[in-house]
């Protein structure tokens, strides 16, 4: 039987389960090969008509990893011509009035928190706007292709500083949400507005507790108050107990947001989970002992259980991300007191430039492929003739970091065409937390062969882009790999 089937791990290559390959499983009606877990045992045989529950089950490997075998390679390429192709469209998706309307909702909001609880009437107040922005978008003909005007209509709303960041935040995370959740039909597309919701509930509430926070704006802060705002999902979430319309689903997104990326390594930003496992055992303690807390004690249970058996799905794990993603993106392209808002386009690739250590590559695509030209008004970030530097990780899960130039970019941009210039080390630091602070130019090996690299196929494996070289962002690095790209010619 096809089930019992099992073949050694060298065999296999890890498969890139992303929306262009799942529809193109649907579009043509079939499964063109076998698909095996990390273990080299079968998942689902390669048939002809699949079903929706061999869809849902794809998707619930997709943690833990889907392969195939190396040999198929050669046999099987999927085509993503169809995609590459589809245009992008100059409308602009957000009506100015009702963003406004909805930025200043959030304002006054965010004024009456500082002195009272959340409310059920709040609750239903902001499921009902997020909800009409919701309906709005999607029932816009060009909701896939157009683009994300925010920051035209923000930028002259007059709108406080949180409530900016609310609303691009909510407003970015819906767009990437709706555009990445294309594994089904267009028939099928209902039973997902619940969980569209669900995540733009979670990206307006996420930053609601720093309404009772006393914060600095000095941008160089202490440990003691960076321990302070790191408290904000909790104190988020813990407000949110108070309205029994918001769900747990939304609860977990609050109270996770800041936890995009579990790592391997080095590679590593995920905070220690027992600081907030800790912090809730202590609230549930004290709830416990008091009359009329039930549902508070259970949600609070929930998410106990959630946290000490680490018990999640790729569905959680995309959400928890993109509501990061949006959260900075929208952070980056507001005034803050002591900068300037960065302009769309240098928002992502600061983005990019810090993903090593916070986000997977899936969780960059979500943002760079399918929201990202809509955010920049149609101008790519990543160009032919740039320079990037891309990480892969070999076989023993050592990490090797290249300068590439870009030959050709099609329809997604984290997803070039390279040519290897050399390798380079990265400098590492820490403050906070881990990031790359520059790359080490003492430490470069050209690549002779100049090999060629296309991330769009699954030959290029583990290969992703982590940086892209600017000569305003990091003049010193962009000037020294143009002379190492000319002695190389």
Request: glycine share 2%; net charge neutral.
């Amino acid at each position: 039987m096809a089930d019992l089937k099992q073949v050694p791990k060298d065999k296999l290559a890890k498969f890139e389960l992303t929306e262009d390959t799942l529809n193109s499983f649907r579009k043509n009606n079939s499964i063109p090969f076998d698909l095996y877990n990390r273990n080299g045992q079968i998942i689902i045989p390669k048939k002809k008509n699949p079903s929706q529950d061999d869809f849902a089950k794809l998707l619930r490997f997709e943690l833990q990893g889907v392969y195939f075998l190396l040999a198929e390679l050669q046999k099987t390429k999927i085509s993503v011509a169809a995609a590459n192709a589809e245009g992008k469209s100059n409308v602009k998706l957000f009506d100015p009035k009702k963003v406004e309307d909805f930025a200043k909702q959030s304002a006054a909001l965010l004024d009456d928190l500082k002195k009272h609880s959340f409310t059920s009437d709040q609750a239903i107040i902001v499921q009902n706007s997020v909800n009409e922005i919701l309906n709005d978008f999607t029932s816009n003909p060009d909701f896939e292709s157009g683009i994300f005007n925010i920051l035209e209509i923000l930028s002259v709303a007059g709108v406080s500083l949180q409530s900016e960041l609310m609303t691009k935040r909510t407003i970015v995370a819906m767009g990437m949400k709706v555009r990445t959740k294309k594994i089904v039909s267009d028939a099928d597309k209902k039973p997902y507005h619940k969980e569209h919701l669900a995540l733009m509930m979670a990206s307006y509430l996420a930053d609601v507790g720093y309404a009772k926070l006393d914060i600095t704006e000095n941008p160089k802060l202490s440990k003691e108050e960076y321990a302070i705002i790191q408290q904000h999902p909790i104190i988020s979430y813990l407000m949110s107990l108070s309205a029994p319309e918001i769900s747990t689903d939304v609860r977990t997104l609050i109270l996770n947001h800041h936890r995009p990326f579990r790592g391997a390594g080095v590679n590593n930003n995920f905070p220690d989970p027992r600081i907030v496992f800790q912090k809730l055992m202590s609230i549930r303690d004290m709830y416990s002992k008091e009359t009329n807390r039930e549902r508070i004690v259970e949600d609070i249970e929930m998410q106990l259980h959630l946290q000490e058996n680490q018990i999640t799905t790729a569905n959680r794990e995309d959400d928890i991300a993109i509501l990061s993603l949006a959260s900075e993106y929208a952070s980056l392209t507001s005034a803050q007191a002591w900068r300037p808002a960065y302009s769309s386009a240098k928002a992502l690739k600061m983005i990019v430039n810090d993903s090593f250590f916070s986000y997977s590559s899936k969780n960059i695509r979500h943002l760079i492929d399918y929201v990202g030209a809509s955010l920049t008004n149609n101008e790519n970030i990543i160009n032919a003739d740039d320079f990037i530097i891309t990480a892969s990780v070999d076989s023993e899960k050592q990490v090797h970091f290249d300068i590439c130039k870009v030959i050709e970019v099609d329809r997604y941009q984290t997803r070039p065409k390279l040519q290897r210039i050399c390798t380079i080390k990265p400098i590492f630091k820490k403050a906070n937390k881990y990031r790359i602070a520059d790359f080490d130019l003492s430490q470069v090996r050209m690549d002779r062969r100049k090999a060629i690299i296309d991330l769009s196929s699954h030959a290029a494996g583990s290969t992703r882009v982590i940086y892209i070289i600017d000569p305003e962002m990091n003049a010193p690095l962009f000037e020294a790999v143009g002379k190492l790209s000319k002695a190389a010619v």
